[in-house]
């Protein structure tokens, strides 16, 4: 089903989730996709019609996609393959930009090259980078989606200190805390807490990792409006996330806001 014209579901969230049934009727936006192959692990159907194949299994609507290539080897190379998945599958797929913080000078002419062949957003890994959140290297991404209103989703972003006072300083961008729900509880709810409080900073769900109770807690502590269905396919599986909320104890509207409806929300202040 195409984004922005769901249709009443027949059957509780939960039931179609028990049942296996695919999540037609309830928007689905994938905010935390792979694209393409990577060198460190055999991932199955991780081009983009593969990815298509999963989502409409599962009843997804978007995905937005950050090239395994782009994280690992070559910015230019890797935006190319997130751009070209875009072009492929239109409205289906999101491209995000990746910057190399190690090429800063190249940095903000690479993003804006992106964002004017239609990617949407911005994809930061400071992990397989080793590079800090904060880093000079990574400025010009923070201008540009403060400029244009655009969700930056980070791998790694700092201490709880660091991403408030990033998320301060630009205040027009969406900051995206990457795997927010993986880790220890404890050092996850430091980030839940600054999510809870900064009005643009929202925590994703990606993780390989998950506590149980931990997802309702983030959901209590930051509020189902900051948190954003994200599944990292095909490096995981686009469902196991996915279970996690469809099947927790919160409210069909929180679960619909977390599902999509939040970052449709965020995508619509593009300027
Ligand atoms: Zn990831």
């Not at 998945?85 to 797929?93: H, I, S, Y």
């Not at 491209?95 to 190249?106: K, T």
């Not at 209103?149 to 990033?166: D, N, Q």
Request: hydrophobic share 40%; glycine share 8%; net charge negative.
């Amino acid at each position: 089903m195409a984004a922005g014209a769901p249709t009443a579901p027949t059957s509780s969230l939960r039931e179609q989730a028990l049942d296996g049934t695919p999540l037609h009727g309830t928007l689905v936006i994938d905010n935390h996709c792979h694209v393409g192959p990577t060198a460190l692990f055999y991932q199955t159907f991780n081009d983009a019609a593969g990815m298509v194949r999963t989502m409409d299994r599962v009843g997804m609507d978007q995905a937005c996609v950050f090239s395994s290539m782009a994280i690992l080897l070559d910015m230019r190379e890797g935006n190319d393959i997130s751009l070209a998945a875009a072009r492929q599958f239109p409205g289906r797929l999101l491209a995000y930009a990746v910057p190399d913080p190690h090429e800063a000078d190249l940095v903000r002419d690479e993003l804006q090259r992106c964002l004017d062949a239609g990617a949407v957003g911005i994809k930061l890994h400071t992990g397989t980078a080793n590079y800090p959140f904060d880093g000079p290297g990574y400025v010009p991404a923070f201008e540009l989606a403060h400029r244009h209103r655009l969700p930056l989703i980070s791998h790694g972003t700092g201490t709880p200190a660091t991403l408030r006072r990033i998320a301060r300083e630009y205040p027009g961008a969406h900051f995206i805390v990457a795997h927010a729900a993986g880790g220890s509880p404890k050092s996850s709810l430091d980030l839940v807490q600054v999510a809870a409080e900064e009005p643009n900073v929202y925590l994703d769900t990606a993780a390989s990792v998950g506590y149980r109770g931990d997802f309702t807690e983030m959901v209590r502590l930051a509020g189902a409006n900051k948190i954003l269905y994200g599944s990292d396919m095909p490096w995981t599986c686009a469902t196991y996330q996915l279970g996690r909320v469809l099947l927790s104890p919160i409210t069909e509207a929180e679960k619909k806001l977390i599902l999509g409806e939040n970052l449709a929300r965020l995508f619509k202040t593009k300027c």
